[in-house]
């Protein structure tokens, strides 16, 4: 994520990461996150805060709707990537299409949105694309591919859509390639960014983690 490391340096955080590379592959298998795969989950950020994390930030978007579960089990704020984007997105209260990658995170980015835009008061239509071709081509090495895929997705979507959603921050790269697109095109890493700064600066509530 080139631009959380630039703003760590900028801002003097030391960043660490922790990957759990089977823990995606559980999901998949199970075919929804299930007990199992929080407890690993928890596990995984149970470590951070062990080594001394004083924020953890979660990049998996399928376990977004269980951030709250999470968060209840360490004193440590522990923060959804697509939270803060999603409830941007719901607050502009525009006809949104959210573009997800990994099927498990179809029906719980769009649950997200519509949570936000109820909490929020806005009324706007929402609909979900897998892009499954986007996936594959990322899984054998060809981020130019994938990037690709999303970005042509996007161009088409647009002429429809007042909103782009790139629902995981893997997604992040493609956003590159729609500077012109000539609507919003939302991703996860400058919203993160902003949570964090407002966290470290004790601004209160962060996508629902308590302030320091």
Not at 89 to 105: E, H, R, W
Not at 113 to 121: I, N, Q
């Amino acid at each position: 994520m080139a631009d959380m490391s630039a703003t760590a340096a900028r801002e003097d955080w030391k960043l660490r990461n922790y990957l759990d590379e089977g823990l995606q592959e559980l999901v998949q298998r199970e075919g929804c996150v299930t007990p199992a795969s929080i407890a690993r989950l928890a596990r995984l950020v149970g470590a951070a805060v062990e080594d001394g994390a004083e924020a953890v930030l979660l990049t998996c978007t399928v376990f977004s709707p269980y951030l709250e579960l999470v968060q209840k089990l360490f004193s440590t704020p522990v923060i959804g990537a697509d939270r803060a984007m999603l409830r941007q997105a719901a607050g502009l209260g525009k006809k949104t299409a959210i573009l997800c990658t990994f099927p498990a995170a179809v029906a719980s980015s769009e649950r997200l949105f519509r949570s936000e835009t109820a909490a929020l008061g806005t009324v706007c239509d929402v609909d979900t694309f897998l892009l499954d071709d986007a996936a594959a081509a990322l899984k054998r090495g060809d981020r130019p591919g994938h990037d690709g895929i999303i970005a042509g997705k996007a161009r088409e979507l647009a002429q429809d859509y007042a909103a782009i959603v790139l629902a995981q921050i893997s997604m992040a790269s493609a956003a590159g390639l729609l500077n012109e697109l000539g609507v919003p095109v939302l991703t996860s890493p400058g919203c993160v960014i902003t949570a964090l700064k407002n966290l470290f600066g004790s601004a209160g509530d962060v996508n629902g983690a308590p302030g320091r």
